[in-house]
Protein backbone atom coordinates (compact mmCIF):
# COMPACT_ATOMS: atom_id res chain seq x y z
CA UNK A 1 0.00 0.00 0.00
CA UNK A 2 2.92 2.33 0.77
CA UNK A 3 4.80 1.44 -2.21
CA UNK A 4 1.49 2.22 -4.65
CA UNK A 5 1.52 5.93 -2.67
CA UNK A 6 4.61 6.39 -3.53
CA UNK A 7 4.82 5.38 -6.81
CA UNK A 8 1.38 7.58 -7.42
CA UNK A 9 3.66 10.78 -5.26
CA UNK A 10 6.70 10.29 -7.67
CA UNK A 11 4.29 10.27 -10.56
CA UNK A 12 2.67 13.17 -9.20
CA UNK A 13 6.18 14.39 -8.94
CA UNK A 14 7.39 13.74 -12.66
CA UNK A 15 4.21 15.59 -13.90
CA UNK A 16 4.78 18.61 -12.03
CA UNK A 17 8.21 18.52 -12.76
CA UNK A 18 7.81 18.42 -16.47
CA UNK A 19 5.30 20.91 -15.99
CA UNK A 20 7.48 23.78 -14.14
CA UNK A 21 10.49 22.67 -16.34
CA UNK A 22 8.23 23.54 -19.80
CA UNK A 23 6.81 26.85 -18.24
CA UNK A 24 10.41 27.66 -17.61
CA UNK A 25 11.58 26.99 -21.23
CA UNK A 26 8.48 29.09 -22.56
CA UNK A 27 9.39 31.71 -20.47
CA UNK A 28 12.78 31.52 -21.33
CA UNK A 29 12.15 31.41 -25.35
CA UNK A 30 9.80 34.51 -24.89
CA UNK A 31 12.33 36.40 -22.99
CA UNK A 32 15.27 35.85 -25.59
CA UNK A 33 12.59 36.64 -28.22
CA UNK A 34 11.40 39.80 -26.47
CA UNK A 35 15.34 40.78 -26.47
CA UNK A 36 15.93 39.97 -29.75
CA UNK A 37 12.94 42.30 -30.83
CA UNK A 38 13.87 45.23 -28.77
CA UNK A 39 17.59 45.18 -29.99
CA UNK A 40 16.80 44.68 -33.78
CA UNK A 41 14.05 47.68 -33.16
CA UNK A 42 16.87 49.63 -30.96
CA UNK A 43 19.46 48.73 -33.84
CA UNK A 44 16.67 49.82 -36.80
CA UNK A 45 17.68 54.18 -36.75
CA UNK A 46 21.25 52.80 -36.53
CA UNK A 47 20.99 50.79 -39.46
CA UNK A 48 19.21 53.29 -41.40
CA UNK A 49 21.92 56.04 -40.59
CA UNK A 50 24.30 53.48 -41.43
CA UNK A 51 23.12 52.93 -45.03
CA UNK A 52 22.10 56.97 -45.24
CA UNK A 53 26.08 57.61 -44.36
CA UNK A 54 27.05 54.79 -46.81
CA UNK A 55 25.06 56.20 -49.93
CA UNK A 56 26.49 59.65 -48.80
CA UNK A 57 29.70 58.72 -48.95
CA UNK A 58 29.44 56.93 -52.52
CA UNK A 59 27.45 60.07 -53.62
CA UNK A 60 30.92 61.84 -52.90
CA UNK A 61 33.16 59.22 -54.59
CA UNK A 62 31.11 58.71 -57.29
CA UNK A 63 29.07 61.80 -58.05
CA UNK A 64 26.23 61.86 -60.22
CA UNK A 65 26.78 64.85 -62.83
CA UNK A 66 24.34 67.37 -62.15
CA UNK A 67 23.50 69.07 -66.19
CA UNK A 68 21.56 72.53 -65.15
CA UNK A 69 20.12 73.93 -68.68
CA UNK A 70 20.43 77.35 -69.11
CA UNK A 71 16.45 78.32 -69.31
CA UNK A 72 17.21 80.83 -71.63
CA UNK A 73 17.18 80.40 -75.55
CA UNK A 74 18.58 82.42 -77.67
CA UNK A 75 17.82 82.33 -81.28
CA UNK A 76 20.39 84.19 -83.55
CA UNK A 77 18.87 83.40 -87.10
CA UNK A 78 15.65 82.31 -88.81
CA UNK A 79 15.74 81.36 -92.22
CA UNK A 80 13.13 79.61 -94.34
CA UNK A 81 14.04 76.69 -96.30
CA UNK A 82 13.14 74.98 -99.45
CA UNK A 83 15.43 72.45 -99.90
CA UNK A 84 14.90 70.01 -102.62
CA UNK A 85 16.40 66.86 -101.28
CA UNK A 86 17.03 64.70 -103.91
CA UNK A 87 19.32 61.51 -103.34
CA UNK A 88 21.61 60.34 -100.49
CA UNK A 89 24.33 58.80 -99.99
CA UNK A 90 25.52 55.89 -97.48
CA UNK A 91 29.52 56.23 -97.44
CA UNK A 92 31.74 54.14 -95.28
CA UNK A 93 35.51 54.52 -94.74
CA UNK A 94 38.00 53.34 -92.66
CA UNK A 95 40.50 56.16 -91.44
CA UNK A 96 44.05 55.10 -89.77
CA UNK A 97 45.23 57.99 -87.02
CA UNK A 98 48.55 57.66 -85.49
CA UNK A 99 51.04 59.68 -83.87
CA UNK A 100 54.95 59.47 -83.66
CA UNK A 101 55.48 57.08 -86.15
CA UNK A 102 58.80 55.55 -86.64
CA UNK A 103 61.06 53.50 -85.25
CA UNK A 104 59.96 54.30 -81.81
CA UNK A 105 55.87 53.68 -82.57
CA UNK A 106 55.44 50.99 -80.40
CA UNK A 107 57.18 52.71 -77.50
CA UNK A 108 55.87 56.11 -77.93
CA UNK A 109 53.57 55.34 -80.68
CA UNK A 110 49.21 55.86 -80.62
CA UNK A 111 47.50 54.24 -83.19
CA UNK A 112 43.66 53.81 -83.78
CA UNK A 113 41.22 52.25 -86.94
CA UNK A 114 37.90 54.19 -87.14
CA UNK A 115 35.38 52.54 -89.07
CA UNK A 116 33.73 55.53 -90.44
CA UNK A 117 29.78 55.36 -91.43
CA UNK A 118 28.20 58.44 -92.69
CA UNK A 119 25.55 59.83 -94.99
CA UNK A 120 25.60 62.77 -97.16
CA UNK A 121 22.33 64.25 -98.58
CA UNK A 122 22.26 66.62 -101.40
CA UNK A 123 19.64 68.19 -103.63
CA UNK A 124 18.79 71.52 -105.51
CA UNK A 125 17.89 74.81 -103.23
CA UNK A 126 15.19 76.13 -104.56
CA UNK A 127 15.23 79.57 -101.99
CA UNK A 128 18.29 80.53 -104.78
CA UNK A 129 14.97 80.44 -107.56
CA UNK A 130 14.01 83.91 -108.42
CA UNK A 131 11.13 85.02 -110.79
CA UNK A 132 13.91 85.77 -113.30
CA UNK A 133 14.62 81.75 -113.65
CA UNK A 134 11.15 80.82 -114.86
CA UNK A 135 9.30 82.28 -118.03
CA UNK A 136 7.54 80.37 -120.67
CA UNK A 137 8.27 81.16 -124.22
CA UNK A 138 6.21 79.73 -127.41
CA UNK A 139 4.47 77.34 -125.04
CA UNK A 140 7.44 75.71 -123.08
CA UNK A 141 8.30 76.61 -119.68
CA UNK A 142 12.20 77.72 -119.45
CA UNK A 143 13.35 76.66 -115.72
CA UNK A 144 17.27 77.47 -114.64
CA UNK A 145 17.61 75.68 -111.59
CA UNK A 146 20.43 76.84 -108.80
CA UNK A 147 23.44 74.30 -109.05
CA UNK A 148 22.74 71.68 -106.88
CA UNK A 149 24.83 71.29 -103.43
CA UNK A 150 25.55 69.11 -100.36
CA UNK A 151 23.11 69.84 -97.89
CA UNK A 152 24.61 66.88 -95.23
CA UNK A 153 27.56 65.25 -94.98
CA UNK A 154 27.89 63.80 -91.60
CA UNK A 155 29.00 60.77 -89.44
CA UNK A 156 26.82 58.38 -87.60
CA UNK A 157 27.60 58.30 -84.27
CA UNK A 158 25.89 54.71 -83.81
CA UNK A 159 27.35 52.99 -86.59
CA UNK A 160 30.96 54.27 -86.47
CA UNK A 161 33.44 52.92 -83.92
CA UNK A 162 37.22 52.42 -83.61
CA UNK A 163 38.20 49.25 -84.74
CA UNK A 164 41.37 48.88 -83.25
CA UNK A 165 43.79 50.85 -80.50
CA UNK A 166 46.90 50.54 -80.08
CA UNK A 167 49.11 52.44 -77.85
CA UNK A 168 53.06 52.17 -77.06
CA UNK A 169 54.19 51.15 -74.59
CA UNK A 170 55.24 54.34 -72.44
CA UNK A 171 53.03 56.52 -73.70
CA UNK A 172 49.01 57.63 -73.35
CA UNK A 173 46.36 57.32 -75.22
CA UNK A 174 46.09 60.81 -77.22
CA UNK A 175 42.71 62.06 -76.23
CA UNK A 176 42.24 63.99 -79.53
CA UNK A 177 42.88 61.42 -81.81
CA UNK A 178 39.44 60.21 -82.20
CA UNK A 179 38.20 63.58 -82.57
CA UNK A 180 40.84 64.21 -85.28
CA UNK A 181 40.16 60.86 -87.33
CA UNK A 182 36.58 61.33 -86.89
CA UNK A 183 36.74 64.82 -88.52
CA UNK A 184 38.99 63.21 -91.20
CA UNK A 185 36.57 60.56 -91.93
CA UNK A 186 33.79 63.07 -92.15
CA UNK A 187 35.87 64.68 -94.81
CA UNK A 188 36.30 61.83 -96.45
CA UNK A 189 32.97 60.75 -96.95
CA UNK A 190 31.86 64.71 -98.32
CA UNK A 191 34.38 63.48 -100.71
CA UNK A 192 33.84 60.32 -102.13
CA UNK A 193 30.04 61.20 -102.42
CA UNK A 194 31.83 64.29 -104.41
CA UNK A 195 33.80 61.33 -106.19
CA UNK A 196 30.53 59.38 -106.74
CA UNK A 197 28.81 62.58 -108.68
CA UNK A 198 26.21 62.74 -106.01
CA UNK A 199 25.60 66.14 -106.93
CA UNK A 200 25.24 65.33 -111.06
CA UNK A 201 22.40 62.38 -110.27
CA UNK A 202 20.97 65.14 -107.30
CA UNK A 203 20.60 67.90 -110.09
CA UNK A 204 18.69 65.12 -112.57
CA UNK A 205 16.69 64.18 -109.71
CA UNK A 206 15.56 67.28 -109.19
CA UNK A 207 14.87 67.83 -112.87
CA UNK A 208 12.41 65.10 -113.19
CA UNK A 209 11.14 65.70 -109.82
CA UNK A 210 10.26 69.30 -110.60
CA UNK A 211 9.97 68.25 -114.52
CA UNK A 212 6.42 66.08 -113.28
CA UNK A 213 5.32 68.57 -110.85
CA UNK A 214 5.15 70.85 -113.89
CA UNK A 215 3.31 68.79 -116.17
CA UNK A 216 0.63 68.58 -113.96
CA UNK A 217 0.47 71.56 -113.36
CA UNK A 218 -0.19 72.16 -117.18
CA UNK A 219 3.12 72.75 -118.69
CA UNK A 220 3.21 69.79 -121.49
CA UNK A 221 7.01 70.88 -121.99
CA UNK A 222 9.70 71.79 -119.66
CA UNK A 223 13.29 72.54 -120.27
CA UNK A 224 15.63 72.84 -118.29
CA UNK A 225 18.86 75.36 -118.83
CA UNK A 226 21.93 75.66 -116.76
CA UNK A 227 22.61 78.40 -114.53
CA UNK A 228 23.84 80.84 -116.82
CA UNK A 229 22.42 84.79 -117.81
CA UNK A 230 19.14 83.98 -119.01
CA UNK A 231 19.09 84.98 -122.79
CA UNK A 232 17.15 88.26 -123.70
CA UNK A 233 13.41 88.18 -125.08
Known sequence: MNNQKLSLFFIIFLIVLVGFLGIFIWLGWSLIHTI?????????????????LSSQV????????????????????????ARLETIEFSVEKVVTAETNQGAFQALFGDRLLLIAHGRVIAGVDLAKLTPDDLWV???????????AEIFIATLSNEKSYVYDRQTGLLSRQNITLETEARRAAEAEIHKAALEG????????????????LFRSLGY????????????TQ
Not at 39 to 50: F, H, I, W
Not at 137 to 147: K, S
Not at 220 to 231: D, H, M, N
Open 137 to 147: ENGVLYVRLPP
Open 197 to 212: DILVTAQINAENYLSR
Open 220 to 231: QEVIFLKSTPQP
Open 58 to 81: AQVLNPTPTILPDPVSIIYQVRSL
Open 36 to 52: QQTTEDSLRPVNAMAQN
